[in-house]
């Protein structure tokens, strides 16, 4: 909650950084060379007149003694000694910060005067306290406390938040005399460590400082109280805890404040007792909605007894809509399915907000028993309840349910029917197979679509015999190229590209000549050399209407391999619509991406161009250059600028090409030129916009 994240802000900003520097140097490596005593004392010599910024590296000798005397206590004294008697000198504030870093990890009793000495130095007192926060001896919490009356300002605020960073219990009585200052900003470092602290005590001084502290230091003592609160509950003394919370619950309290001492009130009880879950019930109730909305989370997190979700069941019929909608939904989030048939009944309601949540609990909760109620309210519902019933039939859960659906399926709406076959597919119900390849023959065109729509994402090799009944079922034209899109997607599955007709060439073999005239364009569509094979034979076939597909055949297929028929085609057929489509077919593959060199396939595309008899088909190699990113593409597209007829097309295709830096950065002269033509040319104003982007370099 946000007062946890404002109260840890708080305490980083007083708790030392320093701790976190001495822990990790305490964790320096554990092998230890012996004490270079030479070095040692060249690095002190360094050490006096040290700058930050000098080589730190010369006084590495000091952070590998502090390393190897660790366990031999008269070599760590003498170390200390030294150190200390730096902080005694005129030396540079960075060699006596350097000193203090050093006596944090290796301080004792021994240094506490002379690093007590520097806690009103104004450029030391920082880096003196955090030595003296680390230094676990009695005697350096107690020098933080005599001079927290000799401090003021950051100084004294740094000192309070070091004496909370060691949890000092026996500094309480000094802080809680610190609740009143007249600097509010040190009134508040001093409640904040005193919930630092922790403990029975400073609970105490928190709990009375609250009704009597000024305004501005009311919310550090609330924030500090939490904190508090949570150690003694780590500290086992839930009782003190509890008043500490309930002394947060008021109305006079922020409510954020209110709101994290009601979860913390909600933590010291048992999380399937009565008392629990009459306080959750006490939320869910109450008008104000961050309040409810704790309670919702309460919910969501309690113990997933079936007592505890009987019981906030129960709640429901006592709820305003909004209450009863939201209790709903994080029912559905806990999860347990004994609420079940109160959630059913919650759809008498006649409150459409409501209904939508019953329909979208369905989801986590209902079994198969409720697909029926589901597809009539996606049939029947409100455009809110409608988008709730789709999603829970998504997620609804259970061995049967897939079964359910296509029941329902059958006995529904053409348009219902498409819907459903889609959920399905949602659903990935590879059980549903069968009942799409008996609806992908169906009468009405809605729910053929939806079937190949989700044999094409679902099914096997082994189903493609039944597909090709529905691309034979399909009318020509569109219809009939999904129904063969279907049917490709399924055989792109296959993992050996040469054998991925197979499936097709084998329904193929079962039909009569009609049919298999009819399927040479779905065998185009998939390729490889038994397909090619097929297609050739079709090609020179004396029959017209198989000529014809085994054209369409050619023209559909998926890779480059064709381009040389397709070439040919382009040269030698007289029929012109042939002609048409051997053009675009090869203008399509001469560009795909796949293994040839970005040469060739541009190479291919300017065979094609040359091919081209009319500036539709010249426009439409120009359009296709855009998918080879290469200099030469833009080389090819340019001379096109100077032709009225083509000009537009080669503006877009020079600006798409542009759009790609890696190509466009290296080139940028060649680019800018081509560019600014755009800009001189182009009628559209998206194209030069982009085009003046791209000339000041950005994307």
């Not at 944090?104 to 955090?130: C, F, N, Q, W």
């Not at 709640?315 to 109160?342: F, H, N, V, Y």
């Not at 009944?469 to 296959?494: H, N, T, W, Y």
């Amino acid at each position: 909650m946000r007062y946890q994240k404002s109260t840890r802000l708080a305490l980083a900003a007083l708790i030392s950084l320093g701790g976190a520097m001495a822990i990790a140097a305490d964790k320096a490596p554990v092998d230890k060379a012996p004490v270079d005593k030479a070095a040692v004392d060249k690095a002190f010599e360094t050490l006096k007149t040290y700058d930050w910024g000098a080589d730190r590296n010369l006084l590495s000798p000091i952070d590998e003694a502090a390393v190897a005397t660790r366990d031999d206590a008269a070599a760590r004294k003498d170390l200390e000694i030294r150190l200390a008697a730096v902080l005694k000198t005129d030396a540079s504030r960075d060699a006596k910060a350097f000193v203090c870093r050093k006596l944090m990890v290796i301080g004792t009793a021994e240094s506490v005067p002379v690093l007590a000495g520097l806690l009103a130095d104004k450029d030391l007192s920082h880096m003196a306290r955090y030595a003296l926060e680390r230094i676990p001896a009695p005697e350096a919490a107690q020098a933080l406390r005599d001079a927290l009356p000799k401090l003021s300002g950051a100084t004294k605020i740094g000192a309070i938040g070091s004496l909370g960073a060691r949890r000092d219990a026996a500094s309480v009585p000094a802080l809680a005399g610190l609740l009143g200052d007249a600097d509010t900003a040190v009134a508040r470092a001093a409640a904040l460590s005193l919930g630092a602290i922790g403990g029975t005590e400073a609970a105490n001084v928190l709990g009375d400082a609250s009704k009597t502290v000024p305004e501005g230091v009311k919310e550090a003592v609330a924030d500090a109280s939490l904190i508090c609160a949570e150690r003694l509950l780590a500290d086992g003394k839930k009782a003190e805890a509890v008043l500490l919370y309930k002394s947060l619950d008021g109305a006079t309290q922020p409510k954020l404040i209110r709101l994290a001492a009601m979860r913390g009130l909600l933590t010291t009880t048992d999380a399937t007792s009565d008392e629990r879950i009459q306080m959750i019930g006490g939320l869910l109730i109450n008008s104000d909605r961050d309040v409810a909305a704790l309670g919702l989370q309460q919910v969501r997190e309690s113990a997933n007894g079936a007592e505890a979700t009987k019981r906030f069941t129960d709640l429901l019929p006592k709820l305003a809509p909004d209450g009863q909608a939201g209790l709903l939904d994080a029912l559905a989030d806990r999860g347990d399915k004994t609420a079940r048939p109160a959630v059913v009944a919650m759809l008498k309601n006649a409150d459409s907000q409501v209904r939508a949540a019953v329909i979208r609990a369905l989801g986590s909760l209902g079994d198969t028993a409720d697909v029926a109620t589901l597809v009539e309210t996606l049939a029947t519902g409100a455009d809110p309840e409608k988008e709730a019933a789709q999603a829970s039939l998504i997620r609804l859960q259970g061995p049967s349910v897939n079964a359910a659906i296509v029941a329902e399926m059958k006995r529904a709406k053409p348009e219902l029917r498409a819907q459903l076959f889609d959920l399905l597919v949602a659903r990935r119900a590879m059980d549903a197979i069968p009942a799409m390849l008996e609806a992908a023959v169906d009468e009405d065109a809605r729910v053929r679509q939806a079937a190949l729509n989700g044999l094409g994402r679902l099914a096997a090799p082994e189903h493609v015999s039944g597909m090709v009944k529905a691309v034979l079922k399909s009318p020509a034209g569109s219809q009939r190229e999904m129904a063969e899109k279907a049917v490709m997607f399924v055989c792109d599955r296959i993992g050996e590209p040469d054998r991925r007709a197979d499936p097709v060439l084998a329904a193929l073999a079962q039909q009569g000549e009609e049919e298999k005239t009819a399927l040479l364009p779905l065998v185009g569509r998939i390729g490889g050399p038994a397909a090619l094979k097929v297609v050739e034979a079709a090609l020179a076939d004396p029959n017209p209407q198989r000529r014809e597909a085994g054209v369409r055949a050619l023209c559909n297929w998926p890779d480059a391999s064709v381009a040389a028929k397709l070439t040919e085609l382009t040269q030698t057929t007289a029929d012109a619509g042939q002609r048409a489509s051997a053009l675009r077919a090869l203008m399509r593959v001469a560009v795909l991406s796949d293994n040839r060199p970005d040469a060739e396939r541009l190479d291919l595309l300017k065979k094609a161009m040359s091919l081209a008899t009319n500036d539709e088909d010249r426009n439409l190699a120009i359009q296709r250059a855009k998918a080879i990113r290469t200099m030469e593409s833009l080389h090819f597209v340019l001379p096109y600028l100077d032709k009225p007829e083509n000009a537009q097309e080669a503006c877009a295709t020079i600006v798409e090409l542009a759009h790609h830096r890696e190509l466009r950065e290296p080139n940028k002269a060649e680019f800018d030129k081509a560019l600014d033509a755009v800009i001189r040319l182009s009628k559209d104003a998206d194209l030069i916009d982009r085009a003046k982007r791209y000339k000041k370099g950005q994307t």
